[in-house]
């Protein structure tokens, strides 16, 4: 899927912030009429969105449309912070809305021009880090569990603690994500995964560091390669990429703990420095029509947030759990929420296991 590192700035990520700011943007791009055509600029999560998909938009509104990418939330943030003006479009993840609500970086949208966020699915409405949907759009959701290999592992898991078996050593994946991480271990031991008791969050560094020998690798980009090689058994990860490896490893299976496990959703944003925000607004409205939500479900193997959506898609994707996740799941599923400076509890806790 993608690297989710909600973790404090590295001097990269500033750095690269810095030096990386749009030229142009706003600007008109030159049609076949010789007429300047408007140009929205989009920005998401690399590899998120069909070149078929921009293509027939342009077409449809006679625009241009230009894709810029991140690969983290604090990316897409510090970019912005650095004073990055000229995008329209963002993909921010659940928490990151919350902090960017705060900050003022988010235009209020219009839901009389985008009459297709009508269309969400129930328990994508009113939704804890933007409970009136004033500023975002969920756009694709999902949960975090475990794939695994059912030819190594014949009984399927139902617990986080598969995880720690020492059986499995040296064949298991982790996401390289400390909330994620500190998530799915929290909920382990019975707490929530948004937990700032500094007792609580050192009893869960504990038991990574058990863990931490058993572990492959710390990855949030090719857990799906290692299932489907067979270099891994187990891996801790977004369903949707889980599914990808199922298309290569038909044995892979995916299971959503019975302690609970995170609820993610990646939503559509207009930024309010955007230089186009009616052309934004509709975009995001033909983003998520039904036939076209579909198709990026079909592409990505993540669910849409489009309720019509989930009856046009294919049975394989539509019946997969790793990608539309059984609804009687909900109950145990837990939004990753802006833990405010409590972040720097986990800050100091992953550093502490990274480096053991």
Not at 79 to 90: H, N
Request: hydrophobic share 40%; aromatic share 10%.
């Amino acid at each position: 899927m993608k690297t989710w590192f909600r973790s404090m700035f590295l001097t990269g990520v500033w750095l690269l912030a810095l030096v990386g700011g749009l030229s142009g943007c706003g600007q008109g791009t030159e049609g076949e009429s010789g007429e300047a055509r408007p140009v929205l600029h989009y920005f998401t999560w690399s590899d998120y969105v069909g070149p078929e998909i921009i293509a027939e938009f342009e077409r449809r509104e006679q625009v241009k449309v230009v894709i810029d990418t991140f690969s983290s939330n604090e990316e897409l943030l510090a970019k912005l912070q650095s004073g990055a003006t000229g995008y329209d479009v963002a993909v921010p993840s659940d928490f990151m809305v919350a902090m960017m609500i705060q900050q003022g970086l988010l235009q209020e949208l219009e839901a009389q021009v985008m009459p297709n966020i009508s269309l969400l699915e129930p328990h994508l409405q009113a939704l804890p880090f933007d409970p009136e949907g004033r500023f975002s759009v969920p756009y694709l959701w999902g949960t975090v569990g475990i794939g695994y290999d059912s030819d190594s592992i014949s009984t399927a898991p139902d617990s986080w603690s598969i995880l720690w078996e020492a059986r499995y050593q040296g064949r298991i994946s982790m996401l390289n994500d400390q909330r994620e991480v500190f998530g799915a271990v929290l909920r382990s031991m019975g707490q929530s995964m948004n937990s700032t008791d500094p007792l609580v969050i050192e009893a869960a560094k504990e038991r990574l560091l058990k863990q931490k020998p058993l572990v492959k690798t710390y990855t949030s980009d090719h857990y799906d390669q290692l299932l489907a090689s067979g270099e891994v058994v187990l891996a801790h990860g977004w369903g949707g990429q889980v599914a990808r490896a199922m298309v290569e490893r038909p044995s892979i299976r995916y299971v959503v703990p019975k302690e609970g496990a995170t609820l993610w959703a990646d939503c559509l944003v207009v930024l309010k420095s955007a230089p186009q925000k009616a052309l934004a607004m509709r975009f995001i409205n033909y983003l998520m029509e039904p036939g076209v939500a579909a198709r990026t479900s079909e592409r990505l193997r993540f669910a849409s947030a489009s309720r019509p959506a989930r009856e046009l898609v294919s049975p394989a994707i539509r019946d997969n759990p790793a990608i539309y996740p059984p609804l009687d799941q909900l109950a145990r599923l837990e939004w990753m929420r802006d833990v405010g400076k409590g972040i720097r509890l986990y800050d100091r806790a992953w550093t502490e296991l990274k480096m053991q």
